[in-house]
Structures are given as structure tokens and as C-alpha cells.
């Protein structure tokens, strides 16, 4: 079993930066992919970004050039480092741990409220 954790959210006005963290507990392997997804009300979620214990990251297009996510393997933690919001940014933000095949499992956090404002 996994369990996450996300803090970080909060409310900024567009321009702003935050810092979201989200920390594992349990057994963790070192092929999980770590990553952050987002809800805005009426969507349906989607991938933000997403790294691998070797520190291979990919992100959503909207997001290229503004958003970091990085990893420390030994804390078992996830970061998305968010400079220059937009309103667009919003969402309730969630932590996840992807195990692939054969396990091919996913564990979520609770979320976290993100809210950018005009």
C-alpha cells in the first residue's frame, strides 16, 4: 500500500509561483513514475507532469516552461514548482504513483485546491 500526501496549494494571483509537495509513505519501487494531475471544475483530469526515479520528466504543453517537477527518491517526495500562473491554472491538484506492468496500479493523494487569480 501507498499513501500521499499533497500541501502546497493555495491561492496567488496570476504571475505568481507555488510550490507544491507531496510526500509517499509505504512500499515504494523504483520503477513508480511520481507525478501531478488537475481537475478543473466541468474537465476532465489531466496529466500536468510526471518523473521517473532516473529523473526522466515529461509535461503537459500548457504547462512546458513554466512548471518544474522534481523528485527526491530518497524522501520519497514529488515537487511541481509553478512560476507565472494563469487563471487557466486552476484546479484541484493531485499527486500521483503510477506502477506499471505487471502491477499496473495507481494510488492518488487527496488534492490540493490551486486557484489563480485575474
Known amino acids: 500500500q501507498v499513501q500521499l500526501v499533497e500541501s502546497g496549494g493555495g491561492l496567488v494571483q496570476a504571475g505568481g509561483s507555488l510550490r507544491l509537495s507531496c510526500a509517499a509513505s509505504g512500499s515504494i519501487f523504483s520503477i513508480d513514475v511520481m507525478g501531478w494531475y488537475r481537475q478543473a471544475p466541468g474537465k476532465q483530469r489531466e496529466l500536468v507532469a510526471a518523473?521517473?526515479?532516473?529523473?526522466?520528466?515529461t509535461y503537459t504543453d500548457s504547462v512546458k516552461g513554466r512548471f518544474t517537477i522534481s523528485r527526491d527518491n530518497f524522501k520519497n517526495a514529488v515537487f511541481l514548482q509553478m512560476n507565472s500562473l494563469k487563471p487557466e491554472d486552476t484546479a484541484v491538484y493531485y499527486c500521483?504513483?503510477?506502477?506499471?506492468?505487471?502491477?499496473?496500479?495507481?494510488?492518488w493523494g487527496q488534492g490540493t485546491q490551486v486557484t489563480v487569480s485575474s
Open positions: 500521483n504513483l503510477h506502477r506499471p506492468e505487471p502491477w499496473r496500479y495507481d494510488y
Open positions: 518523473i521517473t526515479t532516473g529523473g526522466s520528466a
